[in-house]
């Protein structure tokens, strides 16, 4: 018998900048976090498909690559889990409304701002 693993939370980060991706991925994973990363809300969306339930956060930024935007897959990601933590990132005001629930943050944010959110949707 092996034993048992401890649970991690896991985090989907959606964004089309390496080195940004990259950072929040290790901020997370330092704190803990399992993450799984994307550049497109396309290959977001077969994320959710599969382990929507299982996810604890998500943060992605509007503009990605791909045709939809972090905006849209705020939605989708919302609709499957309306319970996930949602934060939606970009350097310019939104055009579109965010789902209930969903939080936005102007660009830059600091990176104690996604420790302590990872703090908070672990606790939710």
Known sequence: ????????????????????????????????????????????????????????LMMTDVQLAGRMTGVELAHVAKDRNPKLDVVVTSGRPLKQPLPDGAKFWAKPWAPLDVLREAEIAQLS
């Open 1 to 56: 018998m092996g034993q048992a693993q401890p649970f991690r939370a896991t985090a989907l980060i959606v964004e089309d900048d390496v080195m940004q991706r990259e950072m929040l991925s290790l901020l997370l994973e330092e704190s803990g976090y399992q993450v799984i990363q994307c550049e497109s809300a396309e290959a977001a969306e077969r994320v959710l498909d599969k382990n929507a339930g299982a996810l604890c």
